[in-house]
């Protein structure tokens, strides 16, 4: 309740009390809320985090701020009291106008963009709103700022970004896509492409945005679900090579490489094309190429293998015939025909060696071994295989090795005596008068390697210094006259030349022309401290030595009647009984009805050849004819005919032509029936 009392005075004397009472409690409910909401409001006034002006309509006096204003502009309570936004230099005369114009046609404005300064004179940017409210019936302006300076500063810098990324994008010489991929398994819609994109299928980049590229018929649907990983999962593809279209319905080959990313919640595939057409085209044109040369040197080695065949087949016979005719009673005249028979055919024979040996080596098939061997004799062989050959011509052969040279090492020894073969033999070809000497040092020495220095000097007529560097050339020699001078393919050198360097080594020339020559080179072999290696050089030897083969029963299959003859005259001359057929059906028919201690198996016959007669012995044949010994007789002499007779199931190998003391060492070999009748050398 409120009430007034009001004091009635009769002169000095107060006479009566007049009191009004009324109820006043909405009056006080309105206040209490009319408290409550302006508490409420200056909370929110205060604690709001835009920072909020209340200022005057007409005269632009700021009424009140709160603390987000003093942060945001530094102006307190104290410096804007009685003061206007235009006083302050907040904003300018021109633009406080503007902004009040607008408010009393539309009563508020929402979200607008402007620039303010600060108290220190910096300009900031704001999104700001106002509306029009009336405060004890004045009306005034309630503005709320947000400072978005940093988000100004970073849109530009993510503007300018952009402008780079699409530049560089746009102007790429490598055809990028960018597709948002689909939740449902369909191929992602392409949102972007770049320059390079459009020129490489030849499309518009107006008709690429919203559609995919199997839609587009860039590429089949099947390949791109091929490539798809699937929801939204991330992948990396790199260089995927796929078959793709142009627009123009042009096939092309490309290579795909993509990354899948997340952005806003939403995957997206970045795929960049790179057109291969051409390089396939030259890599298709390069296999064609190689698959031409492969066939032309399948072809070259076959022909090569098939003239080896035709030749050594006669040259069989003729070597043999020559061998049988040295030992019946000759002339001197006959004596002098028959060496030059057996020096022609010898020739003839190293010429076919040679061209077997730089096909092979050509061709890469030539596989050193490591095994070991006595290296003192391999010299040692060398010379005295060589000797007979310098004393007929007035040369003198020596070889010297050093004391310091292990007498066992391991490598290939076959290839070394082919190697001093060739450069020995050469330097004895050339040489007229004074020597030829072969010496072996130790080079190096190091753990379980040693390295040997291999030279061969001569007092032949040398090389001219212009010439040095082709006489390792196939088919060349140091003169053009030499081959008709001379004799011999120009390839001697050349296989000696690339067989150090595919053992590691180097061959070195040193010549005077009209003095002599020296060849040097090195080759690192295993050492060994190993006591009871075999000695190859008296294997050779022994190899040469004539046996005695009486009591062995041979089946031979061979379907040259000339070799034949040579063959039975050879074993029969040594007391072997022999049986002779001409294909593979009779040597299975004979051994059928008889039982031999060896079979002597030509590899080419009619009706059946040595292979599948082979073949039938040891798989369908009962022991003990299944297990009897075949020693194979081929003219074919190309890399893996050995390991192929091996492997078909026969015991050993023997070449065409053969020498009559290697074919019976051979089967005295097999047999176990050898008896020895001459000395080792």
Not at 215 to 240: C, F, P, Q, W
Not at 306 to 330: A, F, K, V, Y
Not at 372 to 393: D, M, Q, Y
Not at 626 to 652: D, R, W, Y
Request: with cysteine.
């Amino acid at each position: 309740m409120e009430q007034k009392a009001v004091m009635i005075r009769d002169g000095d004397w107060v006479s009566e009390f007049q009191c009004t009472v009324r109820d006043i409690t909405e009056r006080k409910t309105m206040e209490s809320a009319l408290v409550h909401s302006n508490n409420k409001f200056q909370n929110i006034f205060n604690s709001s985090p835009f920072a909020i002006a209340l200022i005057q309509l007409e005269n632009g006096i700021i009424q009140d701020i709160n603390d987000e204003f003093t942060s945001m502009f530094g102006f307190t309570k104290d410096d804007v009291k009685g003061q206007s936004t235009v006083d302050l230099a907040i904003l300018t005369e021109d633009e406080r106008t503007k902004m009040v114009d607008y408010v009393k046609t539309h009563g508020s404005t929402k979200n607008r963009e402007h620039s303010y300064r600060t108290k220190s004179g910096a300009i900031i940017t704001c999104i700001y709103s106002n509306i029009l409210i009336e405060v004890d019936g004045v009306p005034n302006i309630l503005v709320m700022f947000s400072n978005i300076t940093e988000l100004k500063r970073l849109e530009g810098a993510l503007a300018e970004s952009n402008k780079k990324f699409l530049t560089i994008f746009s102007s790429s010489l490598q055809a990028v896509s960018v597709c948002e991929n689909s939740t449902d398994g369909k191929p992602g819609i392409l949102t972007e492409v770049n320059t390079a994109f459009c020129e490489l299928f030849k499309i518009k980049k107006s008709e690429t945005i919203g559609r995919s590229l199997p839609e587009l018929g860039l590429i089949a649907e099947t390949d791109m679900r091929g490539m798809s990983s699937g929801g939204t999962a991330k992948k990396i593809v790199v260089n995927h090579e796929i078959t793709m279209a142009r627009k123009t319905g042009e096939k092309i080959t490309c290579l795909i490489s993509f990354n899948e990313v997340e952005l806003s919640g939403k995957s997206y595939r970045i795929t960049l094309f790179n057109d291969i057409t051409e390089r396939k085209k030259l890599e298709n044109e390069l296999v064609y190429a190689k698959n031409k040369a492969e066939e032309s040197t399948r072809t070259k080695e076959l022909f090569v293998a098939n003239m080896s065949h035709e030749i050594r087949t006669p040259m069989t016979g003729i070597i043999g015939l020559s061998e049988l005719l040295g030992q019946t009673q000759l002339n001197s005249e006959q004596q002098e025909y028959l060496d030059g028979i057996r020096h022609s055919s010898e020739s003839l024979l190293t010429i076919i060696n040679e061209i077997l040996d730089i096909s092979k080596i050509n061709a890469g098939k030539i596989i050193f071994e490591k095994i070991p061997f006595n290296i003192h004799s391999i010299i040692k062989h060398v010379a005295f295989t060589l000797e007979p050959r310098a004393k007929a011509k007035g040369v003198t052969f020596k070889f010297t090795i050093d004391k310091s040279v292990p007498e066992k090492v391991v490598g290939d020894s076959v290839r070394l005596s082919q190697i001093l073969w060739n450069l020995a033999g050469n330097a004895l070809k050339f040489t007229e008068q004074g020597f030829v000497e072969v010496t072996l040092k130790k080079q190096s020495e190091e753990n379980d390697k040693v390295r040997l220095l291999f030279a061969i000097k001569d007092t032949g007529i040398g090389i001219d210094n212009n010439r040095i560097s082709d006489i390792f050339e196939e088919f060349t020699q140091a003169e053009t006259t030499t081959s008709r001078k001379y004799g011999g393919t120009g390839l001697g050198l050349t296989i000696a030349n690339k067989l150090v360097e595919m053992q590691g080594g180097k061959i070195t020339v040193e010549s005077i022309p009209g003095a002599g020559s020296t060849f040097t080179f090195s080759l690192e072999y295993g050492n060994t401290s190993q006591a009871n290696l075999p000695d190859i050089t008296n294997e050779k030897l022994l190899s040469e030595s004539p046996v005695d083969l009486a009591g062995i029963s041979i089946l031979l299959a061979e379907d040259n009647k000339v070799n034949q003859g040579v063959c039975r005259k050879i074993l029969t001359g040594r007391g072997a009984k022999v049986d002779i057929v001409d294909d593979g059906k009779k040597v299975i028919e004979n051994l059928n009805a008889n039982m031999y201690d060896i079979i002597l198996m030509d590899i080419q016959m009619p009706e059946m050849d040595g292979y599948e007669a082979t073949n039938f012995i040891r798989s369908k044949m009962q022991l003990p004819k299944s297990g009897i010994p075949i020693l194979a007789l081929t003219a074919f002499a190309m890399e893996g005919e050995n390991e192929k007779c091996l492997n078909a199931g026969m015991n050993g190998y023997v070449s065409k032509p053969f020498k009559s003391s290697e074919l019976c060492a051979k089967i005295v070999q097999f047999t176990g029936k050898k008896k020895q009748t001459a000395p080792i050398i």
